[in-house]
Each structure stands twice: as structure tokens, then as C-alpha cells.
């Protein structure tokens, strides 16, 4: 069975880092993506990494200030992120597919292809 526990959430000054963290357990070959939620607010996907060659994506908003990484020997997929904006304020999800073969890119799954998620860790950024 998969299961995805997110931590390092937490309340931050503009301009601060934070890094969360998604233990994963029951995961050989994955792509994990990192998706937010504001309130009121779609959930959007902000960056992935799969497996299968390490391969990473971001979405627009966040390159340059995000980077996505993983431990294999910790099975923990890492979410940096540098220069933090109050409009990164969100619930932090990590989400799973154990295929990452299905797309060439990691970007390509969607947000309902990824079956597998966790609890979620609430980040604020203040002003």
C-alpha cells in the first residue's frame, strides 16, 4: 500500500525558504508531483520528478525559486523552495503514480492521474 505523509509546512516571511518533505512508503518506480490550494482557489500543480531518469518540471510560477528533489535511500521527495511570495500561501500536497512511463514528461499527468496522496501541510507566507 502507498502512503504519502507531507511535513515542513509552516508560517514564513516574503522573501524566506522553507523545505517540505513527503516520506513515501510502497513506491519502486514513481512520478511524484507537488500541487497546492489556496482558498477559494483551484488546485494547481507547482513541480514533479520521476524515477525513471530523475527528470524534473515546474510550473511557471515557481521556476527559479523551487526545486523539486529526491532521497531514494530515505524514499523522500524534497519540495525547496527560495524566495517565497504571499501568493505561494497554500496546502502543499505530494501526489503519486507508480508508472512513470505512462508520459515521456512527468508534467503531463494530471492531477487526477495521480492516485495517491497525502494529508497535505499548510504553508503561509506573510507580507
Known amino acids: 500500500e502507498v502512503q504519502l505523509v507531507e511535513s515542513g509546512g509552516g508560517l514564513v516571511q516574503a522573501g524566506g525558504s522553507l523545505r517540505l518533505s513527503c516520506a513515501a512508503s510502497?513506491?519502486?518506480?514513481?512520478?511524484i508531483g507537488w500541487f497546492r490550494q489556496a482558498p477559494g482557489k483551484e488546485r494547481e500543480g507547482v513541480a514533479c520528478?520521476?524515477?525513471?531518469?530523475?527528470?524534473?518540471e515546474y510550473d511557471d510560477s515557481v521556476k527559479g525559486r523551487f526545486t523539486i528533489s529526491s532521497d531514494n535511500a530515505k524514499n523522500t521527495v524534497y519540495l525547496r523552495m527560495n524566495s517565497l511570495k504571499p501568493e505561494d500561501t497554500a496546502v502543499y500536497y505530494c501526489?503519486?503514480?507508480?508508472?512513470?512511463?505512462?508520459?515521456?514528461?512527468?508534467?503531463?499527468?494530471?492531477?487526477?492521474?495521480?492516485?495517491?496522496w497525502g494529508q497535505g501541510t499548510q504553508v503561509t507566507v506573510s507580507s
Open positions: 501526489a503519486a503514480n507508480t508508472d512513470p512511463l505512462v508520459y515521456q514528461y512527468c508534467s503531463a499527468y494530471g492531477s487526477g492521474e495521480y492516485p495517491y
Open positions: 510502497g513506491l519502486d518506480d514513481y512520478v
Open positions: 520528478i520521476s524515477s525513471s531518469d530523475g527528470s524534473s
